[in-house]
């Protein structure tokens, strides 16, 4: 297991960008699947974003794709959100979270046993 702890959000102006940080604890870092989720007031949280053990393994949410990059730095054991292009639509609490183990359905809240505490993102129009 990894303790997972979120960073960065904040208030930001449509058309702004953010990046997120979710800090892991734990030496095994690199040997776990990441995703980003987000849960805005009312709704069900949705996947955002999901990175397998390289960089070159992600996938995305169809309305994040070209906007939003999710990145890891093992020797940091830290997971990335870069979010441009902000909309309004995007508000919500940011959540990143782990599994030891890859889950073909990596889309889906089941697929992580590790969550962070989120962070709230709240974007003005």
């Known amino acids: 297991q990894v303790q997972l702890h979120e960073s960065g959000g904040g208030l930001v102006q449509a058309g702004g960008s953010l990046r997120l940080s979710c800090a892991a604890s734990?030496?095994?870092?690199?040997?776990?699947?990441m995703g980003w989720f987000r849960q805005a007031p009312g709704k069900e949280r949705e996947f955002v974003a999901h990175?397998?053990?390289?960089?070159?393994?992600?996938y995305y949410k169809d309305s994040v794709k070209g906007r939003f990059t999710i990145s890891r730095d093992n020797a940091k054991n830290t997971v990335y959100l870069q979010m441009n292009s902000l909309k309004p639509e995007d508000t919500a609490v940011y959540y990143c979270?782990?599994?030891?183990?890859?889950?073909?359905?990596?889309?889906?809240?089941?697929?992580?046993?590790?969550w962070g505490q989120g962070t709230q993102v709240t974007v003005s129009s």
């Open positions: 990175i397998g053990l390289i960089n070159s393994n992600t």
């Open positions: 734990g030496r095994t870092f690199g040997s776990f699947f």
């Open positions: 979270a782990a599994n030891r183990y890859y889950r073909e359905r990596y889309y889906a809240p089941s697929a992580y046993n590790c």
